[in-house]
């Protein structure tokens, strides 16, 4: 059976998002790790001499060993998940997509892209039928496609079952954590006893690409979704999960309940398919009030929490959000997309039956 | 000169507040600490043998040795800060005021009386009116004066400028530091590392009190400001420093400029009759879009902070405020307050002739 | 299978090390919570509804439905899990051991007990042998049992297998975790963004209790180690994790590949037994310099990790230790001890056979 | 008066320990900033406009218009103070020197020269007697003197006066601050809610600069102390402040009394002299048993502090220390010497007269 599982490749995968797809790949039911690239100095050595290995979990065996190959599509896996940064990926990642290759690439180098798709696996895959524009507008036999920023993921995963309410404006102010921006990312003298209100661009990145998630694919293009939202997003001394304190007005009156009932059976084709990394429940209300908290409620993986459901008064209600940035904003949220284009047919080779697609790595 | 300085007590003398008391009292120019109450069981100890004192300036010696009294009237000054707890401050307080004193009271415990105002000297000074309907309705002698709560003062104190606009909604979201919740307050185990987005009361506090501090005094009575207030409240693993993340609807169209000239124009009856403790500008605005910061911008004493003023995409406009929970919030704003009592006659005996009264301990 | 669980209770269920045990017991092979203690007022309440979950597993669905029990002895199962505070556990401790239950008590209470056994399973099985002192003097058919207090375990841990090279002096600083110190434990005032270099009667007991738990058990009794050691402990933020920084000096003159050696080699009857929670390897030595750190290593279960072994200039040499405060420390380190009471016989009943004894909670 | 102060410059002067100096030297009566010097690209631009300003006191109005300069001799004045990384430190230093100036130079720098002093002014005055042998050797007009690294700063200090009782035999645990490592230093990831026992280079370098500059100066040279000593240092999430556990071993045997009546008599030249940034005294003996504590006694300016002297199973004695990075460590250490060598005549013009040189910038 391990024998069937596709081989997938990554880059920039010595630094600290690839080895957040390293950790999130290992043991997958359908994905195997056989080509990682890094930088050029590191090219030929092997992947456990030169990461300076950072998450929790051991560095999988099977990649320890792996030797670093140069960030160009000859032989590379057909998927490939992007570690690079927004700086440099947008040429890389086009380079690969010319040369064939499936490209979950990083959410910032295309975001001006209009062919792209910005996918939330569980809000929109049908933003996914834009990739037929995109190979005939690029003309190239690859693809690419993007998740979003993790503030962005935890307002949208929360805002997409509110949508049959009419949702006509949301403020939110988001506490991030320090892992949100990398490594080394924020130094500990600006943060530790700390609050920095200000995070460059990233009010307009959250405002932007939540209505475009949201938005609906017509006649051949993703239409960014109506609502009006005004972000404030600051970091706080935190080392993991996005917390997003949310109000929303509605076109409609929906009450509590109403709300409440849309966030607990809101569910996707992650779902529906079963995808591996599929959480049962996208979205989990806790019902204590001082709840979700970064510390004691991130062991949900994927699942976004909710919490503290209640009238606002300015617009319509009000409540707490919380996700976490890696699990579900970069390497996790680049998986589920993964899977759901192999079941889908976009990654060819080696893709199991469907049917019998529910592997191991069930979520939590 | 020394010698003409109004004798002063404080309640709850060794708490959290009661040092701050201390603190901020030490060296004034107007008032100096001669009585000093606490709990029953340490009557008769010596202030120093029985504080476990915790404010970052030294002990002050005239202070140290005082022998601590009980919490009745007897032997008092007529000019008593409060820093009793507010499950316990609504009887002693309101023994003292009966018994000829002026108190100035914890804020929590005459929350629903009409006829106390909650001063915040900059704002409001003719809601000190409301002392002649008190006398009246309690009749006693003394009188009794609050503040309001941290985050409420920081917000009152930048929406006051923008009342000429016409206040139409806010939403604020603040980021409370562990010292806002006193001591021993909140377990280290509960904040390390995480955010609480919820403080029991809080958003209620802050919705309720700014309107009432911003309200009008008329017909003997005050009528809370019209403004709809929407709180989210949070408490972040910072030590000092209320950071509020503000929206504002105004009922005309301010540009951002106007907005700016309200702030920093913005100036009230301390600043007017200089008082010892007011600061030279109540409201100062950072140009740098990152500030404030609580680990930067704390050291301004009275003033509260504004940064990053730009247009909200849903209400009109939004900006990030900061105050000091305790040079502004708690102790310091009592003591801006007994400064004006005194200046206005209130507080009899020992007081400074007009015209002569700027002190040494001038703001910053 | 499952029906031949051993049925277990847990005084002080409810409170912060209660919470543990019953997060620790959840799923194990051997052992299920059938009876769960706490304070008189909430006798009779369900579990759920009274204990304010703070463990970051879920709250085991056999646990949570549980009625709240007075803490005596009638309807108790045989063993018994102590949760109590020092203060209170001496007496109802004793009390279920007059009636014949084993009890795995709070290593607080019995400190000064000469015939209680401070059981670190890997270190000092033999120190059972005590229970027959205990039975004889106390005239009880039940037994206590204790652990060591957190900075203890990870100390006696790393210097039980140096033994061989003959102890003579160490010095050991340690930077201890908030959450060493229970629930509310450290109000966050006093150590965010702070060390505190004083935990009252800390460093007498780490220095005293390593010495008993690596005592000889001879003549029925046990004979505290001579080494001499020197204690410096502090609290740090840092939510899990004893870092321990150890200096030893010794009788004869090993290497530092001896030193490791032993470290690495080193096993007890746990592992032999292998017990359902014995880690593997009790002391796991890394190589790169700067490790172990609590916020990167302390998956490792009951391991206790050593890193960056060297000469020490003063004494022989030098190195860092790193230990779980819940895991190893207090609730694991009791489980543990519970297991290997139960392959001794010391637990009647339900007790699987040997030999078929290795379930599915294996270390880690 | 201001008129003689004498003119200074700052090598490194935008960066972290450049801004400190700048912070040091405001309002300081011998001596004002005249000229400042950065990178390359910044030459000619204002001091304001390129200085990201870090420090909590507000940026001296005299500095924050004055145009940077190249790093180069031509134009500075003769004594310049260098806030250069040691990367880069020691070259330019050299080439000060070789130009006439007296340089307070980086200690890191000038670590293997032994014709540089590393003065301490309170413990090594003599050691300038070195800087006779630095220009017969170097055959240069001007001068470098260095200070030494935060820790051991700290543990010199409180060394110094023990001297006398025959020092053996000494341990240090350090507990360093994430502002010891400068800016950006340490990555927030690393050090939030972390402990990291390892800090490249730092242990070899406060047992060999703390020998150093206890040392005699006797026949030309410095040679050092010759106690031993042993280091464990650590970083901890701390912003400022480096706590030290201290034990040590003496030649006679001091009892407790002893030791402490030598810490709370030290005092040095500095005091002698008067020193504008001298404290009053050097060491303070804290006698609560949890003191000293960074964040509740680091306004103490540049004096030590010390606590919970007690007797050490393993040595002699042992107790807690704790002394400011910066006030202490770096820029204030620079400025007491700099202010030592004006004294001695080492740094001409502009000084003030002897018997008149005690300014408002007083030690605290």
Known sequence: MIGRRLDVGILGSTGSVGQSFVAALADHPWFRVTWVAADERWVGRRYRDVA???????????????????????????LVFSGLDAAVAGDVETAFAAAGHVVLGNAGSHRMDDDVPRLVPEINPEHLALLERQAKVRRWPGRIVCGANGPTVVLAMVLAPLRRFGLRS?????????????????????????????IPGEEERVEDETRRVLGLFKKGKVAPHGVRISAQTTRVPVVHGHTALVSVAFESQPSLDDVRAAFTGFSGRPQAERLPSAPRRPLIYLDEPDRPQPRLDLDRGMS???????????????????????????????????ELLSVDGLVQGGRPKRRARRGSAASR
Do not use: H
């Open 170 to 198: 949301v403020t939110v102010s988001t506490l991030q954590p320090i892992a949100g921006a990398g490594y080394p990312g924020v130094p500990a003298l600006d943060i530790v006893g700390n609050v920095v209100p200000f």
């Open 52 to 78: 300076s290995w950072r998450m929790s979990s051991p560095l999988p065996p099977a990649v320890a060993g792996l030797e670093l190959q140069r960030s160009e599509p000859a032989g590379a896996p057909r």
């Open 304 to 338: 976004v929490l909710i919490g503290n459901l209640r009238r606002c008064p300015v617009l319509d209600c009000k409540f707490v959000a919380l996700g976490n940035e890696v699990v579900r904003g970069a390497a996790g949220g680049a998986l589920l997309s993964a």
